[in-house]
């Protein structure tokens, strides 16, 4: 896939509006009749707009907006790009390290199921944020303006229910908490849909993984260094583990040996963005590889990130950004083999 490539968006304004945006740049893409291979055609509104809008009432402005910039009616673009009731997707593989300064993260799945967006918005109604879109409206991980920094992990559909989708989960910790111990507190409440661990991180040096099931949420907090992988590591979680979980103990294990090494943000960055790294994979066919690394260092509010294949890193400092300073760059272009 030599075209492999990523587009960078800059939104400022109401929720609305960047949901009007968004469905207008996206329109010509694909990206509908993926989000509909993977969605229910329905899901229950009622529902679902009642759990957002104790959460987090300006997506529903958003998902409005999405759907006039679709051209497409309200049910049809909250089911498509809500992430509330989705069916179970395959495994997907994440791997994030944590310190004080730094957050540095994989992404590995596959790129026929992968937005390609990377999204710097500015709503009125809730912080500012950038990250990678999932569905559109979700985030697979990204920072905010308070340098409140956040991932997904998949572990299992153990319980599976329907329930919040992860990436939802985090579009809303990063639109509304402005520190670990809220979203920590956020992510308690959400109704889950499935096992994933949530890494959390941000400017005082806090860090946590949220160990998020179905039916019970417990955090794990690191002091200096943590790392988070796919599997629960807490002892009264680690029944709802995938009976395999070799690879993911493996990447743990590099990941803590890292620690002894006391590299910087940027050598970590590009650690993990090496093709011949230990937690960078290429089994593209088996929906296991590397499709982004993203990265945030607290100090100077610097933002690395870059997809895979690719020889170009979008460099941001993320509070000139929120400030009113746009960027340049308006996408990435990468290789898979």
Not at 225 to 233: E, G, I, K
Request: hydrophobic letters at 35%; proline letters at 4%; charged letters at 25%.
């Amino acid at each position: 896939m030599p075209d492999f490539k990523l587009q960078v968006f800059q939104m400022r304004g109401n929720s609305y509006d960047i949901g009007v945006e968004t469905g207008e740049k996206m329109r010509d893409t694909s990206i509908l009749h993926m989000l509909g291979s993977i969605t229910k055609q329905e899901i229950d509104l009622p529902e679902m707009k009642s759990i957002y809008s104790s959460f987090a009432p300006h997506l529903l402005e958003e998902l409005e907006g999405l759907a006039k910039g679709f051209g497409i009616s309200f049910l049809k673009a909250a089911a498509l790009c809500s992430g509330y009731d989705v069916p179970k997707t395959e495994a997907m593989g994440c791997s994030s390290l944590l310190t004080k300064e730094y957050y540095v993260r994989n992404y590995d799945f596959s790129p026929d199921l992968y937005d390609g967006v990377f999204s710097m918005v500015q709503p009125k109604q809730a912080f500012a944020s950038a990250g990678y879109n999932l569905q559109l409206l979700g985030r697979h991980d990204g920072v905010n303006e308070h340098g409140l920094v956040a991932g997904l992990h998949f572990v299992s559909h153990d319980g599976y229910r329907k329930g919040v989708s992860p990436w939802t989960g985090i579009r809303m910790v990063l639109d509304t908490c402005s520190s670990v111990e809220e979203a920590v507190a956020l992510l308690k409440e959400i109704p889950h849909s499935a096992c994933y661990n949530f890494s959390l991180g941000d400017r005082k040096g806090k860090m946590a993984e949220v160990e998020a099931s179905p039916e019970k949420v417990t955090v794990r907090y690191g002091e200096s260094f943590l790392s988070c992988v796919n599997h629960f590591q807490d002892e009264h979680m680690k029944r709802k583990n995938r009976p395999s979980i070799e690879g993911s103990l493996e990447r743990n294990e590099h990941l803590l040996s890292l620690n002894e090494k006391q590299r910087s943000h940027q050598q970590l960055f590009h650690h993990f963005k090496d093709i011949d790294s230990p937690i960078f994979f290429t089994d593209y066919e088996n929906l296991f590889g590397t499709l982004h690394t993203f990265s945030y260092s607290y100090p100077d509010s610097r933002i690395l990130t870059t997809i895979a294949g690719s020889k170009e890193v979008l460099d941001v400092n993320f509070q000139d950004w929120v400030t009113g300073g746009d960027i340049l760059r308006k996408n990435l272009s990468g290789y898979i083999e």
